[in-house]
């Protein structure tokens, strides 16, 4: 499939893979990325940009596709040093980076000096105008229904894609609720040039997490993800927990009065307990609504290839068939007559 997405990332399928705290490592955006998608790589889980560096030259080592790295710029306790990760990206060749949270403005005429493509994603249309005019060269426009930030107007995709098609110039990819060959046709028919995808990816047998992460994906339905830190302004969807129950418990106690600290042991220091050993209950990590279309823990490449298989059979067959049908039924009519 040739999509703008395609062309500017010299990808040969639209599917993109999102930064994932403690989920996107080399492993997983190698996969994606030999799999015809964009693999990315998580810039922050690595804690210095020295280790990102490695991370990158690690996954150069398993493809030679095009991959991508993710900046995020959300609230942290200590703020990491982006022009050092910048200078990695740049250094190591990566020529697309995921940008997320805050508005990359600053870091724009770095990334563009070294010739790299800037995709941000943004929970609004007028987040994404505004990457639009500060040059990024794409939006991943991610609904209420996504895993991690929705931010805070919750403006699901049904309504947010095509508005950011009425608005935008950029091409953009659907991103939050993406799962299979139905979002892809969904999202082109909204007006975006591909998807982007976070809680479908872990659930794979490349994605470097703990065995219970992905059976845990694979038993929830859409019902078990809940919003947490809406009081902070810096909501966040996760898998319901022990955890999370706690957190949730001071949150109510607490009210517009909740501070970050108040809920430190539940956010803080979580990925890797969840990630790397297992413990399903440790707190808040991010999951999207589209668990519930999680019934299988494919490898990447079985992934992408039946979605793209099954993304043509949708176009031609089911919609195509639409109006073959409609052209047939004057005729039948006719016949009958
Ligand atoms: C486990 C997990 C960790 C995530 N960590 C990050 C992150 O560090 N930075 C970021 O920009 N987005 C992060 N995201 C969001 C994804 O990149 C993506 O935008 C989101 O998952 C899309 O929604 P979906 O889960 O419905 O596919 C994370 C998502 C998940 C599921």
Not at 27 to 55: H, M
Not at 299 to 318: C, G, N, P, S, Y
Request: overall charge negative; some cysteine.
């Amino acid at each position: 499939m040739k999509t703008a997405i395609t062309e500017l990332f010299g990808i040969k399928h639209p599917i993109i893979q999102g930064g994932m705290h403690y989920v996107g490592f080399a492993e997983l955006a190698a996969a994606v990325s030999n799999a015809g998608g964009l693999g990315i790589i998580t810039g922050l889980t690595q804690r210095t940009p020295e280790l990102l560096a490695k991370e990158i030259a690690r996954c150069r080592d398993m493809t030679d596709k095009p991959f991508g790295v993710n900046l995020t710029f959300l609230p942290s306790f200590t703020a990491p040093p982006y022009p050092e990760y910048i200078a990695a990206i740049k250094e190591g060749g990566v020529k697309a980076v995921e940008t997320a949270g805050r508005s990359p403005e600053q870091y724009m005429p770095a990334l563009k000096a070294a010739g790299i493509k800037v995709i941000h994603k943004c929970t609004s249309v007028r987040h994404s105008l505004k990457a639009e005019k500060i040059g990024c060269d794409a939006v991943s426009v991610d609904g209420f229904e996504c895993g991690g930030h929705p931010g805070e107007d919750d403006i699901p995709n049904m309504i947010l894609l095509p508005r950011a098609a009425d608005e935008l110039r950029i091409p953009f990819v659907a991103s939050g609720g993406m799962a299979d060959a139905r979002s892809l046709v969904a999202a082109l028919s909204m007006g975006a040039a591909g998807m982007n995808m976070g809680t479908r990816f872990v659930a794979t047998k490349e994605a470097p997490v703990h065995a219970n992460v992905k059976r845990a994906l694979v038993g929830a339905t859409e019902l078990d993800t809940v919003l947490v830190m809406r009081a902070l302004r810096n909501t966040e969807r996760v898998l319901k927990n022990k955890g999370v129950d706690q957190l949730l418990e001071v949150e109510r106690e607490k009210g517009a009065s909740l501070k970050i600290e108040d809920i430190h042991e539940q956010v803080a220091g979580v990925y890797p307990k969840v990630m790397v050993d297992g413990d399903m209950d440790a707190g808040a990590w991010s999951c999207g609504m589209v668990v519930g279309l999680i019934h299988d823990i494919p490898t990447v490449k079985e992934l992408i290839d039946r979605i793209m298989m099954e993304a043509e059979q949708i176009i031609r067959e089911r919609l195509i068939g639409f109006l073959d049908a409609a052209e047939h039924r004057p005729a039948v009519a006719r016949a009958i007559a």
